[in-house]
């Protein structure tokens, strides 16, 4: 990333080999580019939820906004909304923190451990926002790679502790990867490190244990933090809302630096009235989790790809024919105006690509288009 260079000497120090966040594409510019209709483009390449009815959503936002005073601050303290939680948690509202998306959570939490002398563990591949929020910071980072069976390793991470080393972010279940890890690998860290460890559970919906509610550790633990997204299971992705949870001594530590009203009054009320209807909510969740598995079913009939097992919402998938490229996939699904993510760059993930659980429809074509690239 350049800048002007009579700029460059006015630049923090720590970005001077600053890799910006990539994220997806731009809709409305890719469509701009192509001369079509935004609304003829098929996403399935940024996990989002293509289950819950849009119209459902919309009547759900009109309903909780009625009586929201907009010209008012939001509750800086998102009471109403956290009693909620905590008691869906089975947790006290002291373990809670609200954040604009996990993301914010993510930089608040970087923000109050790191500093230009600490270290940062994140296991790879995994999502990029640890490594670009600790950057900001002039931390040094410490990437431990998964084995190649994608499973933690334990030994590694531990033996990588410094004494300079904060923070550990694992993502669980892991975007790309697709798959949770286990409750005795973090378990085991836990109990061989005293350094804070993030558990981000984007994707904990569509999995088969949630730490906060399946296990005891948050209680054992006092130096683990726990993170929750409404963007993927709710497919709450364009409100931007998320939480944390952690030992109330640090919540209060991150309520106290996050950025002033860092919540808004629209999500809070929204995210109130869907906890009224969750069990919507919930039979989408299994629509989803029904939809992928037959969906990884379909896909192992081709010989050309290997399909790993997913406790997520989408699917990763390996080429397995050297004469077809990755490149070649993607081409092809954008000649069909269908957004796929390319994974292959990153490390373990040669020849890699992913793809979100869409509806039924959507995958059956997009199997027909396998169909057409492997024949």
């Known amino acids: 990333m350049t800048i002007k260079k009579k700029y460059s000497n006015l630049l923090s120090i720590y970005l001077k080999d600053f890799e910006p966040y990539v994220g997806e594409i731009s809709i409305p510019i890719f469509a701009e580019q192509r001369g079509i209709s935004p609304n003829s483009i098929i996403k399935v390449d940024a996990n989002e939820n293509d289950f819950i009815e849009p119209n459902w959503l919309r009547t759900k936002l009109i309903e909780s906004i009625k009586d929201?005073?907009?010209?008012?601050?939001?509750?800086?303290?998102?009471?109403?909304?956290?009693?909620?939680?905590?008691?869906?948690?089975?947790?006290?509202?002291?373990?809670?923190?609200?954040?604009?998306?996990?993301?914010?959570?993510?930089?608040?939490?970087?923000?109050?451990?790191?500093?230009?002398?600490?270290?940062?563990?994140?296991?790879?591949?995994?999502?990029?926002?640890?490594?670009?929020?600790?950057?900001?910071?002039?931390?040094?980072?410490?990437?431990?790679?998964?084995?190649?069976?994608?499973?933690?390793?334990?030994?590694?991470?531990i033996a990588n502790v410094k004494p300079n080393t904060k923070i550990i972010f694992i993502c669980s279940p892991n975007n790309p990867t697709a798959n949770q890890f286990s409750i005795e690998e973090i378990t085991?860290?836990?109990?061989?490190?005293?350094?804070?460890?993030?558990?981000?559970?984007?994707?904990?919906?569509?999995?088969?244990?949630?730490?906060?509610?399946?296990?005891?550790?948050?209680?054992?633990?006092?130096?683990?933090?726990?993170?929750?997204?409404?963007?993927?299971?709710?497919?709450?992705?364009?409100?931007?809302?998320?939480?944390?949870?952690?030992?109330?001594?640090?919540?209060?530590?991150?309520?106290?630096?996050?950025?002033?009203?860092?919540?808004?009054?629209?999500?809070?009320?929204?995210?109130?009235?869907?906890?009224?209807?969750?069990?919507?909510?919930?039979?989408?969740?299994?629509?989803?989790?029904?939809?992928?598995?037959?969906?990884?079913?379909?896909?192992?009939?081709?010989?050309?790809?290997?399909?790993?097992?997913?406790?997520?919402?989408?699917?990763?998938l390996r080429l397995n024919n050297e004469r077809i490229k990755i490149k070649d996939v993607i081409d092809k699904f954008l000649t069909q105006n269908i957004l796929i993510r390319d994974r292959s760059n990153l490390p373990l993930l040669n020849n890699c690509f992913r793809i979100t659980v869409s509806t039924h429809s959507t995958n059956q074509y997009i199997l027909k288009l396998l169909g057409e690239l492997f024949q």
């Open 68 to 157: 929201i005073d907009i010209t008012r601050y939001p509750d800086p303290q998102s009471y109403e909304l956290r009693k909620i939680i905590a008691e869906n948690e089975k947790i006290k509202i002291e373990n809670i923190i609200m954040g604009n998306g996990t993301d914010d959570l993510i930089d608040c939490i970087i923000r109050m451990f790191l500093d230009h002398k600490s270290d940062i563990i994140v296991v790879e591949p995994t999502f990029s926002m640890y490594k670009y929020s600790a950057s900001m910071m002039g931390a040094s980072y410490t990437p431990v790679l998964l084995k190649p069976n994608f499973k933690l390793d334990t030994e590694k991470i």
């Open 188 to 316: 085991e860290i836990l109990e061989n490190t005293d350094k804070i460890l993030v558990i981000d559970e984007a994707y904990v919906d569509f999995a088969s244990y949630s730490i906060n509610k399946d296990t005891d550790l948050l209680k054992k633990f006092d130096n683990l933090i726990i993170l929750k997204s409404y963007s993927k299971s709710w497919g709450l992705a364009g409100i931007r809302a998320g939480y944390a949870i952690g030992d109330p001594d640090i919540i209060l530590y991150l309520r106290s630096i996050r950025k002033v009203y860092n919540f808004n009054a629209v999500a809070q009320a929204l995210l109130i009235e869907l906890y009224k209807n969750y069990n919507y909510i919930a039979s989408k969740i299994q629509e989803i989790k029904s939809e992928r598995d037959w969906l990884i079913n379909e896909l192992s009939k081709f010989d050309d790809l290997h399909i790993y097992p997913s406790e997520t919402n989408f699917i990763l």
